[in-house]
């Protein structure tokens, strides 16, 4: 079994295998965005705000205090803000341009598309790039929030609390707070600001962030999340069962809708760790290839499935098939593309993943090694 206790530097693969999860399931959502020919997707994008994204943060939150266990903070950042902005900005002006000229392809040939609901594809700007604008504010802000994390660990083991209490306790005061600020940074400038997505994508992930550095600093809340035994997962099942059935059937909407979604999102990660904790009970090559490669995937999928749907739209008239193909592209181009060039050229690795050829001192292995 993965092992929670891991020390400075050593990974704990089924959270690195969770963490490529998360990021490549994003392909079935993106594939679907612009229609509503299969109902599946609604349900698709609930677990997104719920779960996928939300687990991501709290992982990277997690990874972040690892990190910074064993790097100076200058070097965290140094690190971590070129393995976001560098692809960022090659990656972000590419996808809009090429995103409009399909737009205007397909609005020519309307006919070609009689089932997607083709709007302006390069909209909003950010494009699915938004997660990286929101990453790269937590990751300046995480050496003051990994030291305020570390201190409440400390006075939190003090209390005799059960792990599963304190990370929905916790979620539900986050997510309170979070909101309450930027409800109260909203009224001091002006009241569309907690519309605007990018800030409240801040708002709506800075709790599972937080709890995510918590999580490496607090024993309990690490073997609860990151790997729980069969009677937390049990627990998490009955939380996050309870969860869906109230924002399914009973239409709360405000402050409590957020909180039983952080406390629903949060029992769903603490099942997909108990899941990938048995999955990942070996390393092998390919868990290796698939946890290097999620990165890629999620950065270069979206403009690989537009690229494919607006080539091969006109050909396919079964929309399922053709969003079936849509995915298979979305996955299969990215890992291709990361195979063949990130893994193998150091300059596509630093533009692409923002990596960076590790200093040895030692003779250098035949293949690179690149580091974030």
């Known amino acids: 079994m993965t092992q929670t206790n891991a020390s400075p530097g050593e990974r704990i693969h089924s959270a690195d295998l969770l963490r490529a999860f998360l990021m490549v399931s994003v392909i079935f959502i993106h594939a679907g965005t612009l229609t509503s020919a299969i109902p599946a997707l609604v349900a698709g994008n609930i677990l997104a705000t719920l779960f996928v994204m939300m687990g991501f943060f709290l992982l990277s939150g997690f990874f972040a205090a690892m990190s910074l266990t064993k790097d100076r903070s200058a070097d965290f950042l140094r690190k971590r803000l070129v393995s976001v902005l560098v692809p960022l900005a090659v990656l972000l002006p590419t996808n809009v341009v090429a995103l409009w000229a399909i737009d205007a392809y397909a609005r020519a040939r309307a006919e070609a598309f009689?089932?997607?609901?083709?709007?302006?594809?390069?909209?909003?700007?950010?494009?699915?790039?938004?997660?990286?604008?929101?990453?790269?504010?937590?990751?300046?802000?995480?050496?003051?929030?990994?030291?305020?994390?570390?201190?409440?660990?400390?006075?939190?083991?003090?209390?005799?609390?059960?792990?599963?209490?304190?990370?929905?306790?916790?979620?539900?005061?986050?997510?309170?707070?979070?909101?309450?600020?930027?409800?109260?940074?909203?009224?001091?400038?002006?009241?569309?600001?907690?519309?605007?997505?990018?800030?409240?994508?801040?708002?709506?992930?800075?709790?599972?962030?937080?709890?995510?550095?918590?999580?490496?600093?607090?024993?309990?809340?690490?073997?609860?999340?990151?790997?729980?035994?069969?009677?937390?997962?049990?627990?998490?099942?009955?939380?996050?069962?309870?969860?869906?059935?109230?924002?399914?059937?009973?239409?709360?909407?405000?402050?409590?809708?957020?909180?039983?979604?952080?406390?629903?999102?949060?029992?769903?990660?603490?099942?997909?760790?108990?899941?990938?904790?048995?999955?990942?009970?070996?390393?092998?090559?390919?868990?290796?290839?698939?946890?290097?490669?999620?990165?890629?995937?999620?950065?270069?999928?979206?403009?690989?499935v537009w690229l494919f749907l607006a080539a091969a739209g006109a050909y396919i008239e079964s929309y399922a098939v053709l969003y079936g193909l849509a995915v298979c592209v979305g996955l299969a181009v990215p890992l291709v593309i990361h195979a063949l060039l990130v893994q193998r050229s150091e300059i596509a690795a630093f533009l692409l993943n923002g990596r960076r050829r590790k200093r040895r001192t030692a003779p250098a292995a035949a293949r690179p090694e690149f580091v974030r």
């Open 114 to 304: 009689p089932r997607l609901e083709v709007g302006t594809l390069a909209n909003p700007w950010h494009l699915h790039f938004w997660f990286l604008f929101v990453l790269a504010a937590f990751i300046i802000a995480a050496p003051p929030l990994n030291a305020l994390a570390e201190w409440a660990a400390r006075t939190l083991q003090r209390r005799a609390l059960p792990p599963l209490v304190l990370g929905l306790a916790l979620a539900t005061l986050l997510t309170l707070l979070s909101r309450a600020a930027l409800k109260v940074l909203a009224a001091a400038t002006w009241p569309s600001l907690d519309e605007t997505w990018l800030v409240l994508a801040v708002a709506l992930y800075l709790p599972s962030y937080t709890i995510g550095l918590l999580a490496w600093h607090h024993p309990g809340l690490r073997a609860a999340l990151i790997a729980p035994r069969a009677s937390y997962a049990t627990v998490w099942l009955a939380t996050a069962a309870a969860g869906l059935v109230v924002l399914l059937l009973s239409g709360i909407d405000g402050p409590p809708r957020r909180v039983v979604e952080a406390l629903t999102g949060l029992a769903l990660f603490g099942l997909a760790s108990f899941a990938f904790a048995r999955l990942a009970r070996e390393h092998s090559p390919a868990m290796a290839f698939v946890i290097d490669a999620a990165y890629t995937v999620y950065l270069v999928h979206f403009l690989c």
